[in-house]
């Protein structure tokens, strides 16, 4: 437990527990509820996953292995125009493969002002979730610092198919040992940034990144060249209404 | 089927006209009606603002009132949402074991007048006729309470020569609420305009629904704006009594 | 210092000034409707829903039950984490311990994050008081922060408001009067305006929507990326929370983060949410304190009717569906938490305060808070459950005796009265006296209140039922 210097948390520390004690005396004790089975996983967790991310004006562009993601990746900053993406210490090298006029910055601790004058950032994830389109970043290799993720106008990320679960709670359980472990921040993205505070109206792009690009990657990070599974490469979908 | 017609202390003083017809009804149905003439009142009103104890004994008098009856037959959903889903407990609070028993053994006894109809007669068509426009009224203790679901408009659509219009907005509460309507007003009048808007918009004759509290509420503002659309109980309706059409407002 | 708790006024007077504003009303009316539509479509989704939310109710059963426990085990967890964990019984020592870290971090300035706790206890003005200026964040917060306003909306907080009004007050906040009343372009402008404070300040504070008791997490969920600016950019962050927020296992906060959004705003999932345990080194702040709130949480523990309604989320559904909070919005409720759940969270947070025993009354008992309600709070058996309590209380103190001693009078007479038939009818037949007074003609009546203004009075008839029954059927 914590003391503040003057001790008064301590007492408060106390007196909250004797009031919460004194408060369920009479009561019964209540059995924590059985875990809810998992739901029957979704035949087409892929396409589902693409579907949804793309209804929140996220644009997706396929590849059909990891051999692939530097093409997909390099098409998504020739779409914006190119410039310069903070990408983490850890990302592949492979991926990496600047087109004319984009330039990439390794993140080793840049400062605030620094990020905000880049056009964007790219990085992996730690898994994605398809019933809501959602991408979680961990802080794991290939994802960099949260900062690195938020004060850019621009992210693109990179999801593999083997890393989407069904739904939020499946990714709470993948998450959950690594959380008991340490310290760790995560960083669940759903769609580019939004508001709806003026009369219900949602308008994209308030302070987070105003424009979301999802390289969606058949296969697992591991299997480089997932051609090797028989999918025919699919040429990128048009850009979003945005 | 014997039924004992708990007709509530609202019907029985102001609209002894919704009584009549459910009673007329359920004879149609070849259901014998018999009225235990030593009910008063389920205690909504106090149980709901908060006079619990004061309730008590209005509990004790419907328990005693109907605990020889087969099957208790009500026309009014949040009449029969208070003994459904407080009487248990409130017979507790009596501290009379003998009174909490009965209670809970009468309360899976107790229906509203559709429910009846539906799940223990298995009818929708009781061969009514009522050729006028009407709105139906789903109130809320229909809805959300007991969720009646579809079996008020399932037997509103086998009625003969009878147009249901659909009004804006018609899940929404008319603002009555029982002593809300007293307490607040302001903010009940605000709701009961809105809804009284729709209804006139919707261009029915008639406005009917399960509960003649609510019907109570919506006429009072229809009476009071002199406008030509009578409300109805769904008795009344189901019971084919298009007479009712011909006056304004408040049926009776 | 004003208690955000306790209303201003009776709940029905607070309503009438509002219903007086009919701007207001339009633009409640358009925005709750949004929202529910938006609702019921990502809802109906979900095929398990009912089940759900049933996990999710029997999750916080069990937390409140044995609150203590995991408030030690989340405390553990953060410190061993990194972080500090600060308790505080009530408004003014959770406001006294954040307003000592702020100014023992040295910091002038803060950035914050929408947090309805912080607004519980009032930081703001004492951060005022102590030469700390804070800069709310989320674009909603901000309008109400320019305005000199009160949030009216537990997700939405500036839902009162339309374009028009908010181009006008940012076009004279942020010195643009060329701003179009586009939601568009004020969301930019807020944009711009905030920028350079996010990329500057030192001191983050914030809510937190969840504290995850076997990792020391907090979950904050927002839409703007504001908050992640507040969660990551500072040096020292502050989370203020009320003791309810905990849940046990991280498994369990999955669960909350699949209804929270499509309850809230109507979204399957809002844009952003950051889960962190304590502090990460070199990614985000690098002191973080967390500040465990009781403010009135342990009185509403000890009614085991009355603490379900600890269960709750924040996720504003059943403001957005009921009829009340529709006509008249938030501030009528004189209470940061404003709607159906505030209506029974205020009287139980602060039962000595007359004002917030009005506030059960503020409804028809309509049910559509409970059918939206994504932990399953019974709101309207609370509702009427805490009536029971003010009439009871009121008795005990005497004080609101004289004005409520007529309704309570009545209505124990006619308990009496209506227990025994024979009086029952003798009740009757008054009713068919003032039977003159009904109808058309019938008009305003003192005693009964606002009903005769805009209701005829109904016309009893001229025979009972119970007569018909014996004089002609039987």
């Known amino acids: 437990m914590s003391v503040d210097a003057k001790g008064r948390s301590g007492k408060a520390r106390d007196e909250v527990l004797a009031r919460i004690r004194a408060a369920l005396s009479a009561a019964a004790p209540v059995p924590p509820p059985p875990p809810l089975p998992p739901p029957p996983a979704p035949p087409d967790l892929l396409e589902r996953f693409a579907r949804r991310v793309a209804d929140y004006r996220a644009r997706v562009t396929r590849a059909a292995g990891e051999v692939e993601v530097a093409r997909a990746i390099a098409a998504c900053l020739g779409r914006e125009g190119g410039g310069r993406y903070a990408v983490p210490p850890s990302l592949p090298s492979s991926w990496l493969k600047a087109p004319a006029g984009t330039e990439f910055v390794v993140d080793r601790g840049l400062g605030p002002s620094d990020l905000a004058r880049l056009a964007g950032s790219v990085t992996g994830c730690a898994l994605a979730v398809a019933e809501t389109g959602t991408i979680v970043l961990d802080g794991g290799p290939g994802q960099g610092r949260r900062a690195m993720t938020l004060v850019p106008d621009h992210l693109v990320c990179v999801v593999f198919e083997r890393q989407i679960v069904a739904d939020m709670p499946q990714a709470a359980a993948a998450l959950a040992d690594a959380m008991r472990t340490g310290p760790r921040a995560l960083t669940w993205i759903s769609g580019p940034s939004a508001t709806s505070d003026i009369e219900l109206n949602r308008v994209e792009g308030v302070h987070g990144p105003r424009r979301l690009d999802v390289v969606l990657v058949a296969g697992g990070p591991e299997d480089a060249g997932g051609r090797g599974e028989g999918r025919a490469p699919q040429p990128p979908p048009p850009s979003g209404p945005d | 089927m014997r039924v004992s017609l708990f007709v509530t202390c609202l019907v029985d003083t102001l609209y002894p006209a919704v009584g009549r017809a459910t009673v007329r009804l359920l004879e149609r149905l070849g259901v014998e009606v018999d009225f235990p003439e030593s009910q008063t009142c389920c205690g909504q009103l106090h149980v709901n603002t908060g006079y619990r104890r004061e309730a008590l004994p209005m509990v004790g008098n419907f328990v005693r009132a109907f605990a020889q009856a087969e099957v208790v037959v009500a026309p009014s959903a949040s009449c029969v949402a208070l003994v459904r889903e407080t009487y248990p407990e409130l017979a507790e609070e009596t501290g009379d074991p003998a009174l909490a028993r009965e209670a809970t053994a009468l309360v899976p006894r107790v229906y509203e007048l559709t429910e009846f109809l539906v799940d223990r007669l298995g009818v929708t068509d009781v061969g009514a006729r009522f050729p006028h426009r009407v709105a139906y009224h789903p109130t809320c203790h229909s809805l959300r309470a007991l969720h009646l679901g579809d079996r008020p408009r399932r037997l509103l659509a086998a009625v003969r020569d009878m147009e249901l219009v659909t009004v804006e907005g018609a899940e929404s509460c008319c603002g009555f609420g029982g002593t809300f309507a007293i307490k607040n007003a302001d903010v009940s009048a605000a709701m009961l305009s809105d809804k009284v808007g729709a209804i006139l918009a919707s261009g029915a004759e008639a406005v009917c629904a399960a509960d003649s509290s609510c019907l109570m509420h919506i006429g009072g503002a229809l009476v009071r704006r002199g406008a030509p659309v009578a409300t109805v109980h769904l008795a009344q309706v189901l019971a084919g009594e298009d007479n009712v059409c011909g006056q304004r407002g408040v049926p009776e | ?474």
């Open chain 3, 1 to 474: 210092m004003r208690d955000a708790l306790r209303p201003e006024a009776p709940f029905p007077a607070a309503a009438r000034t509002a219903l007086a504003d009919a701007t207001l009303r339009a633009n409640l009316r358009r925005a709750t409707s949004t929202i529910r539509r938006r609702r019921d479509q990502v809802v109906g989704e979900v095929e398990d829903w009912d089940r759900l939310r049933a996990q999710a109710a029997a999750i916080k059963d069990h937390t409140l039950r044995h609150l203590d426990r995991y408030l030690a085990q989340l405390e553990a967890a953060v410190a061993e984490r990194g972080g500090q964990v600060h308790w505080a019984r009530d408004a003014a020592e959770a406001r006294d311990v954040v307003a000592d870290l702020v100014v023992g971090a040295g910091a002038r300035r803060v950035l914050k994050v929408k947090s309805l706790t912080t607004e519980e206890i009032g930081l703001n003005d004492v951060l005022a008081e102590r030469g700390v200026e804070a800069v709310e964040s989320d674009l909603a917060e901000l309008i109400v922060q320019l305005g000199g306003d009160r949030p009216s909306h537990i997700v939405v907080p500036a839902i009162h408001k339309n374009r028009f009004e908010i181009r006008d007050l940012f076009a004279r906040a942020m010195g643009l009067p060329d701003l179009a009343p586009e939601p568009t372009a004020l969301a930019e402008a807020a944009r711009l305006y905030l920028r350079e404070r996010f990329l500057a300040m030192t001191v983050g504070i914030s809510g937190a929507n969840f504290l995850v008791a076997d990792t020391g997490a907090v979950a904050v969920v927002e839409s703007e990326g504001n908050g992640r600016m507040c969660l990551t950019l500072p040096h020292t962050l502050i989370t203020v929370a009320g003791i309810d927020k905990v849940v046990p296992t991280f498994e369990d906060l999955g669960v909350f983060l699949r209804l929270l959004a499509r309850s809230a705003t109507g979204e399957r999932m809002n844009p952003y949410t950051t889960v962190f345990s304590g502090v990460v080194p070199g990614d985000g702040p690098q002191a973080f304190h967390l500040v465990l709130v009781d403010n009135g949480r342990t009185r509403a523990l000890a009614d085991p009717l009355g603490r379900t309604a600890l269960r709750c989320i924040r996720c504003a559904a059943c403001l957005n569906v009921c009829p009340v909070y529709e006509r008249v919005g938030g501030h009528a409720y004189g209470s940061v938490y404003p709607g159906p759940i505030g209506a029974v969270l205020t009287p139980q947070l602060r039962p000595d305060d007359e004002h917030a025993r009005t506030l059960p009354y503020a409804s028809t008992l309509c049910g559509a808070c409970a059918d939206v309600c994504p932990v399953g709070i019974p709101i309207p058996r609370l509702l009427v459950h805490l009536r029971s309590v003010a009439v009871r209380a009121d008795e005990a103190s005497g004080r609101l005796g004289a004005r409520l001693a007529p309704e309570r009078l009545m209505l124990r007479a006619l308990g009496r009265a209506f227990a025994q038939p024979r009086q029952f009818e003798r009740l009757q037949a008054l009713a068919r006296v003032m039977r003159p007074l009904g109808g058309r003609q019938g008009r305003r009546l003192p005693g009964l209140g606002g009903w005769t203004r805009s209701r005829a009075l109904p016309t009893a008839p001229r025979r009972s039922f119970r007569r018909w029954w014996r004089e002609e059927h039987r």
